[in-house]
């Protein structure tokens, strides 16, 4: 896993799965937040987004998250945005050991974009 921006989503299928922004560098450093909104496997719709800012968490950058109203949040951390990524896609990454998976039905995505100043 390596140089992406991503919803995670995984945790305790008893009560739900997480849906929680993460990274990785193109090193291979990574990161994702504990904790955040979750999803019952109630077969419901939700709406979702997820958005980089790298200006954000004082030009550290930062990732959020939102389904359904509730946003979870995660700042990069100190030095990682300077490892570098080509973000040039978004990824939905589930739960990927121990056998465990979740079935996902995405459509209807639009999104934006701002080309960036070189740096």
Do not use: Q
């Amino acid at each position: 896993m390596k140089g992406l921006v991503a919803v995670l989503i995984e945790g305790p299928s008893r009560a739900g799965h997480y849906f929680r922004p993460a990274y990785a560098t193109t090193t291979g450093a990574w990161a994702a937040c504990d904790e955040g909104p979750l999803i019952r496997p109630d077969g419901s719709v939700h709406r979702w987004s997820i958005d980089y800012s790298p200006a954000g968490a004082g030009g550290r950058g930062r990732i959020a998250v939102r389904l359904d109203g509730e946003e979870a949040a995660l700042d990069l951390e100190p030095g990682h945005r300077g490892l570098g990524a080509r973000l040039d896609r978004f990824g939905l990454l589930t739960h990927f050991r121990d056998g465990h998976f979740v079935e996902i039905y995405v459509d209807d995505v639009s999104y934006t974009a701002e080309r960036g100043a070189p740096r």
